[in-house]
């Protein structure tokens, strides 16, 4: 995986990020979902990596990343404090402007990413999700089944932790292979990669902060951006799977468009996992918008 790339850490914004660099040209940075690291774009970074320089990164909390302690305010994990480290990183690899594409948790670091550094970032993908507050906000019975897990995580300390640590496989077969696709989509190599990630000390902590955040302290962010009108400027692609439940649950497009002002998108035939699922649909995509 990751052919021509090489593996790094860089201290930043007082943690240490680990990502992978490859390639040559304008910066791209890839932010992972849930409950992955940055080896989810194994099938397209090589791709990417031959029109960009691609910085695939581990979202603090996740992958190689650190995973800084909890506090109450779970604000060492909201979307703010992880854009800043990706902003800070970026910087630190010699650019101050990029593009950026995200699934899932990283696309919801991507979208405060843009709010709070808007002359960062040149353009955007995002996959899979619709903005956190509509996604909350519009909460119904058939979100809460299929995404059971937003509900499961955000529970006080130390239930969810433990019950994720005593079978950290199991959660991962549960979550990741309950989505349209099944298991199917995902190599033994990145699997395992995956596995051994969640099984790293912490990692049960930082996966439930960063969802404690999401329903605490990102709200408010998000809150605070529209009551004063604050929205994204950049040009937006937003991407969703046709099998999957953010399409069956919200209008994402609809979404999108009350808090950005120049967005397209579709849906793609796939489910969750758009990068490991339709990869080649990814890339035709995402090439012609990013360039």
């Not at 992880?82 to 010699?94: K, P, S, T």
């Amino acid at each position: 995986m990751f052919s021509g790339f090489s593996k790094a850490q860089r201290h930043v914004n007082g943690v240490t990020i680990a990502y992978r660099i490859g390639g040559s040209g304008p910066g791209l940075l890839l932010l992972h979902g849930h409950p992955q690291t940055h080896v989810i774009w194994h099938k397209v970074a090589e791709q990417l990596a031959e029109h960009f320089t691609v910085v695939a990164a581990d979202l603090r909390g996740y992958g190689d990343s650190d995973r800084p302690a909890a506090t109450d305010d779970h604000a060492p994990y909201s979307k703010r404090v992880m854009a800043q480290d990706n902003v800070a990183l970026m910087a630190e690899l010699g650019f101050e402007r990029f593009s950026v594409l995200a699934h899932d948790r990283g696309a919801r670091v991507a979208h405060r990413l843009a709010l709070d550094h808007p002359d960062a970032v040149q353009r955007m993908v995002l996959l899979d999700i619709a903005p956190t507050l509509a996604m909350y906000s519009q909460t119904n019975e058939a979100f809460a089944r299929a995404y059971w897990h937003w509900f499961f995580l955000i529970r006080p300390a130390p239930l969810p932790e433990t019950l994720l640590e005593a079978n950290p496989e199991g959660y991962l077969r549960s979550v990741m292979g309950s989505r349209s696709a099944g298991l199917a989509p995902f190599t033994e190599q990145a699997f395992a990669e995956y596995l051994r990630c969640l099984q790293r000390p912490g990692s049960a902590m930082g996966i439930c902060e960063d969802y404690r955040a999401s329903a605490s302290i990102d709200l408010t962010h998000d809150r605070a951006d529209l009551e004063r009108g604050h929205g994204l400027t950049l040009p937006l692609l937003v991407l969703w799977g046709a099998e999957g439940t953010v399409g069956r649950c919200f209008q994402p497009l609809e979404e999108w468009r009350q808090v950005a002002t120049d967005v397209r998108g579709r849906a793609l035939p796939a489910g969750h996992y758009i990068a490991e699922e339709a990869p080649q649909l990814l890339l035709d995509e995402a090439l012609r918008f990013l360039r």
